[in-house]
C-alpha cells in the first residue's frame, strides 16, 4: 500500500511539475532564428506526411508564404505570438483539418476544478457571425436580459470586428469553400479569445440592439449547491443517454430519432457528429422502427455535424443502399511508414505505456500489413474502401439530406456519396467539406523543436468513390435554402419546411390518382 501511496505522490508531484514547466515555456520569448527553425520543421514534416499537399495550392505560392513569413519575424515571440504569425500560413493551404494547435496555458487539478464550479461568461449564449459581426442570438440564463438578435460591438472596449478579422484568418477551409467560415469561427471565436486573454472573472460588452447602444458587464459566477448537483446528474450515463450518444457539456444528443407527422410517414435522422459510439445500436434499432412503420419518406439532417467516424458513416449508408456499394476510393499515404508515425505513446501514464509497450509489436505488424503499394502509390486498407452489401434492413423510400456550410469531413464524404449515386435530395446549403475528399483519417502529432506549439498532421487522402467535381467546392445541395439569423431567432427552420411541403405536394398529388 505504501508503495502505491509514493507512486500515486510522485505522479502528482510530476504532473504539477510539468503544468509549471509548460506554463513558463508559454511565457518565454524565443529568439527569431529559433521561430524559423520551427518554420522550416514545420514545411518540411508537411512534405513528408501530407499526402495531397499542393491540393489547392500551388508549391511555389506556398514556399513563398514560408519565406515570407520568415522574412517578418525579426524579433523574440512567445509562442502564442508565434501561432498568430504561423497559424495564417498553415490555414492558406486550405485543407480543412490542417491547423496548429493553441498554445494554451494549462491548469492545475484545483484551478481546474476551481473552474468547474464557476459559469462560463461566454459560454452561456448561442453566437451567428456575419461578415464582421457579430450577434447573440440565444441567451439561455436570461442573462442582464440581452435579447436574442443584439449585436456585439466591443468586449473590453476592443471592437470585435478586430477579432473576427484576426481569427478568420487563422481557420482553414477546404479548397475555395466559404460556407464553412461563419459556422466554424461562431464556435472557435472565444477558444481563440480566451487563449489570447486568459479566462477573466469579468468582461464588459458593449451592445447594439434595434439601434440603442447598452454597456453590460459580465461576471463569472459561481454555482449553487443546484447547479453542480445538475451537473452531476448530466454526467450520469443511461441506457438512453449511451444509445443517443449524450453530451453533458452542451446538454444535448449526438444522435435522435423522431416521426414528423402522427401517421408516421416522415422520418427524422438528426446527426450531430459520427462519434461511432453506440452508433451500431442506434441505427439498428431506428430503421426496425422505420421499417415497421412502412414509413415512405426519410429526411437526414448532418447541418452543423463536423464529421467524424468513417465505420459510422459506411454503416449508415448500409441502411440507405439499394445494391452493393465502396464508399470511398483506396485511401493514399505518402509512404508505408506513414501509419506507424502515429504516436503509438501518446498521452499515456506510466502504467499506459507499459502495458502499450507489451502490445507495441503487434500494433507495428498491424500497421505495417495495412499498407500496399499500386502503380506506384502507397495505399492503406479500410473497410470503406470495399464492396458493402446494403443491410437487410435498409430503407427503400425516398431520403433528403439536410446540409449546410457546418456539414464537414464524413459529413461531406457521405452526402457526396449519396449526391452522386441519385440516392438522395439534399437541401440546405453548400457543405463546408469538400465535395472530392479530405486529408484525416488518422494523425501523426508532431512538436515544433522550439516553440513547442503541437501540429497534428493528417496522413489519408480519404475521397467519396464518385465521379469527382474538380470544382474545389462543398457538396452542392440539389435544392438550394438558406437560414438567416431572424429565422434561428423565431426557431423557424425554412430548410425543414421545404422539404415538409415538397413531401405534402406529393402525398397530395398520389391521393388524386
Sequence with gaps: MKNYS????????SSCASIKK?????????????????????????????????????????????????QTITEPLTPLQFYFKLQPVIAGIREGHLSLRIPRKKFTKREYKRLEHQKGMFSRFEYYIKGDQMYIIENRDSIEHIKPGTEILSINNVPVSEYIKKYRSLISSDGDNTTFYPYFLKD????????????????????????????????????????????????????EKKLNDYVAASNSYNRSFKF???????AYIKVKSFSREYSDEFYKKT????????????IIDVRNNYGGSLYEINNLYSYLAEAPFTLIKPSQ?????????TNYFRKSNPLEYALKSIAYPSYFFAQTF???????KVFYKMKADKPTKPNKAAFHGKVFVLINGGSFSASSIITAKLKNDKRAILVGEETGG????????????????????????????????????DSRRGVVPDVTVTESMQDIIDKKDPQLDWIKNEIAKEKENKGQY
Aim: charged residues 25%; glycine residues 4%.
Design 6 to 13: 509514493v507512486i500515486f505522490f510522485l505522479a502528482i508531484f
Design 260 to 266: 414528423l407527422d402522427q401517421d408516421s410517414t416522415i
Design 333 to 341: 499515404l505518402t509512404s508505408r511508414t506513414a501509419p506507424l508515425r
Design 370 to 376: 495495412s499498407t500496399y503499394k499500386k502503380d506506384g
Design 434 to 469: 469538400a465535395n472530392d475528399g479530405t486529408v484525416a483519417g488518422f494523425y501523426s502529432y508532431q512538436k515544433l523543436p522550439n516553440s513547442e506549439i503541437r501540429f497534428p498532421i493528417g496522413l489519408l487522402l480519404v475521397q467519396p468513390n464518385i465521379s469527382f467535381s
Design 188 to 239: 472557435l471565436f472565444f477558444n481563440f479569445y480566451t487563449a489570447e486573454n486568459g479566462f477573466g472573472s469579468k468582461a464588459t460588452l458593449e451592445t447594439l440592439y434595434q439601434g440603442e447602444k447598452k454597456t453590460y458587464t459580465l461576471t463569472r459566477e459561481i454555482k449553487t449547491d443546484s447547479d453542480l448537483e445538475k451537473d452531476k446528474e448530466m454526467k450520469k450515463k443511461t441506457q
Design 22 to 70: 509548460h506554463n513558463e515555456q508559454r511565457a518565454s520569448c524565443i529568439p527569431p532564428e529559433q521561430l524559423k527553425e520551427d518554420v522550416d520543421f514545420a514545411y518540411s514534416k508537411l512534405q513528408q506526411m501530407h499526402p495531397q499537399l499542393y491540393w489547392y495550392i500551388p508549391k511555389k505560392e506556398l514556399e513563398h508564404k514560408f519565406d515570407s513569413l520568415k
Design 287 to 298: 430503421f426496425a422502427r422505420i421499417n415497421e412503420a412502412k414509413a415512405p419518406y426519410l
